[in-house]
Nanobody, 123 residues
């Protein structure tokens, strides 16, 4: 019943941009914390950024200044705008949701996950 569906991934050259979307349904989106994570082959799932229901946003140091999270509660959608992309940004990107508290950078703290969307940065 709960669904998180990512879209917008693809192949982009270094320095390029992509905007990922995550459409949510089946829960009260506006009251949930929404996180973005990524996972590269052979690596653990990595925190990218998080948007709290109250409006605060925190980013990982690796993407700070390049990525921007926004959310449209009326559309039950959270976005990840990615600029100045680097090859090391290549990964499957996931959105996640949680209604409670905990370590925002820990994937275990999140209740729901999307299927992921592939982002490949290559010349």
């Amino acid at each position: 019943q709960v669904r998180l569906v990512e879209s917008g991934g693809g192949l982009v050259q270094p320095g390029g941009s992509l905007r990922l979307s995550c459409a949510a349904s089946g829960f009260t989106f506006s009251s949930y914390t929404m996180g973005w994570f990524r996972q590269a082959p052979g690596k653990e799932r990595e925190f990218v950024g998080v948007s709290w229901s109250g409006g605060s946003i925190v980013y990982a140091d690796s993407v700070k200044g390049r990525f921007t999270i926004s959310r449209d509660n009326a559309k039950n959608t959270v976005y990840l705008q990615m600029n100045s992309l680097k090859p090391e940004d290549t990964a499957v990107y996931y959105c996640a949701a949680r209604g409670g508290s905990g370590s925002y950078a820990n994937p275990v703290a999140y209740d729901y996950w999307g299927q992921g969307t592939q982002v490949t940065v290559s010349s």
